[in-house]
T-cell receptor, first 111, second 119 residues
Framework: GQNIDQPTEMTATEGAIVQINCTYQ??????LFWYQQHAGEAPTFLSY????GLEEKGRFSSFLSRSKGYSYLLLKELQMKDSASYLC????????????FGTGTRLLVSP | GAVVSQHPSWVICKSGTSVKIECRSL??????MFWYRQFPKQSLMLMAT?????????EQGVEKDKFLINHASLTLSTLTVTSAHPEDSSFYIC???????????????FGEGSRLTVL
């Protein structure tokens, strides 16, 4: 099975940098995904890591350490529209390659 | 990115009735579709995985006779909530993936979600 932990809520101010951490324990691992979800909407894909290291995509970066079962999503130059839930998800490396989601981190960006 | 369409977006029904939700991949063939349920302020809980032409695989604790899943073609999967009750009220989201070896990551593409309210 899989166990994925991330903080429930975080707050930050516009223009700041915030790091959302995620730890995972899996019986089989084939990649770590981050999704953004605004209230009442479906999740949208942000980033993917399968090898150790940092992947940068504009204002968003994601890091993975497979040996530590750890990932983080880094958001720079925060904007009000970044207020959303951020979901960490681990993909199994067996069968249907399911994505198992963490509880999500609700980020509130204030002026 | 690939487009997944889900219908209906909103549905209100009476207790005891059945509701069907459709999930379509519009511009790719979805070898695998996943159905999730999400309660307010909670994360997505995987209900079942469906492959075209075969029976769905349900997660532990999900009643297969209550949540009927049909994946009749490579572009369509349906979820039918049978004999719905108020506790079934939730946000149901489908997702689809093409061949995992195509594309950069094999990420899931999500439908818009269907909000079910059972009175």
């Amino acid at each position: 099975g899989q166990n994925i932990d991330q903080p429930t809520e975080m707050t930050a101010t516009e223009g700041a940098i915030v790091q959302i951490n995620c730890t995972y324990q899996t019986s089989g691992f084939n990649g770590l995904f981050w999704y953004q979800q605004h209230a009442g909407e479906a999740p949208t894909f942000l980033s993917y890591n399968v090898l150790d290291g940092l992947e940068e995509k504009g204002r968003f970066s994601s890091f993975l350490s497979r040996s530590k079962g750890y990932s983080y999503l880094l958001l720079k130059e925060l904007q009000m529209k970044d207020s959303a839930s951020y979901l960490c998800a681990a993909r199994e490396n067996t069968g249907f390659q399911k994505l198992v989601f963490g509880t999500g981190t609700r980020l509130l960006v204030s002026p | 990115g690939a487009v997944v369409s889900q219908h209906p977006s909103w549905v209100i029904c009476k207790s005891g009735t059945s509701v069907k939700i459709e999930c379509r991949s519009l511009d790719f063939q979805a070898t695998t579709m996943f159905w999730y349920r999400q309660f307010p302020k909670q994360s997505l809980m995987l209900m079942a995985t469906s492959n075209e032409g075969s029976k769905a695989t349900y997660e532990q604790g999900v009643e297969k006779d209550k949540f009927l899943i049909n994946h009749a073609s490579l572009t369509l999967s349906t979820l039918t909530v049978t004999s719905a009750h108020p506790e079934d009220s939730s946000f149901y989201i489908c997702s689809a993936r093409g061949h995992i070896l195509t594309g950069a990551t094999g990420e899931l593409f999500f439908g818009e979600g269907s909000r079910l309210t059972v009175l």
